[in-house]
T-cell receptor, first 112, second 114 residues
Framework: TQLLEQSPQFLSIQEGENLTVYCNSSSVFSSLQWYRQEPGEGPVLLVTVVTGGEVKKLKRLTFQFGDARKDSSLHITAAQPGDTGLYLCAGLPTSGTYKYIFGTGTRLKVLA | KAGVTQTPRYLIKTRGQQVTLSCSPISGHRSVSWYQQTPGQGLQFLFEYFSETQRNKGNFPGRFSGRQFSNSRSEMNVSTLELGDSALYLC?????????????FGNGTRLTVT
């Protein structure tokens, strides 16, 4: 069974702090997405990474795909209350099946 | 471009009943996936349809079924409801043809089984 482990599970920080969320697996993925979900809504896509070692930036968010395409990280600089939410990573296995594997999720709360 | 629309948003059913949930994908998207989200298990894959065919299936009992119509709209049916079926059911659409075509989610149907 392919699993994507996210850490930490919960994170409560003050506005202005930096943080990193990790997404790890023993499996190789064709691509990996990061989503953010707010209460009462569906997950919203933040980024897709495809190439091993790829780094993408979205304002204060920096995403990195591991060289071996088995892991990824999300770094938030100077977190704001608007960053509060559930962060999910999702990988598409290389097996050819179009069946995304979702991470266990990281619930982030940024306090003003 | 309209997003993914799921109806209804909320549903309350009794054990033993059945329920049908609906999903209208983004125009042009041919793949529709269904997920069950619970606090304890996270997002669990139910099944994926592409051009009216079930292409992938998760590890859920046969009480969970789905279908996709020629206009790519999809329905999910759960029969003989159990208390443990209470969850947020999310539908996601995508182009489905490339390994990097991401999922676009609806806001879900919150099902409560009493």
């Amino acid at each position: 069974t392919q699993l994507l482990e996210q850490s930490p599970q919960f994170l409560s920080i003050q506005e202005g702090e930096n943080l990193t969320v990790y997404c790890n697996s023993s499996s190789v993925f064709s691509s990996l997405q990061w989503y953010r979900q707010e209460p009462g809504e569906g997950p919203v896509l933040l980024v897709t990474v495809v190439t091993g070692g790829e780094v993408k930036k979205l304002k204060r968010l920096t995403f990195q795909f591991g060289d071996a395409r088995k892991d990824s990280s999300l770094h938030i600089t100077a977190a704001q209350p608007g960053d509060t939410g559930l962060y999910l990573c999702a990988g598409l296995p290389t097996s050819g099946t179009y069946k995304y594997i979702f991470g266990t999720g990281t619930r982030l709360k940024v306090l003003a | 471009k309209a997003g993914v629309t799921q109806t209804p948003r909320y549903l309350i059913k009794t054990r033993g009943q059945q329920v049908t949930l609906s999903c209208s994908p983004i125009s042009g998207h041919r793949s529709v996936s269904w997920y069950q989200q619970t606090p304890g298990q996270g997002l669990q894959f139910l099944f994926e349809y592409f051009s009216e065919t079930q292409r992938n299936k998760g590890n859920f009992p046969g009480r969970f079924s789905g279908r996709q119509f020629s206009n790519s709209r999809s329905e999910m049916n759960v029969s003989t409801l159990e208390l443990g079926d209470s969850a947020l059911y999310l539908c996601a659409s995508s182009l489905g043809g490339a390994y990097n075509s991401p999922l676009h989610f609806g806001n879900g149907t919150r099902l409560t089984v009493t």
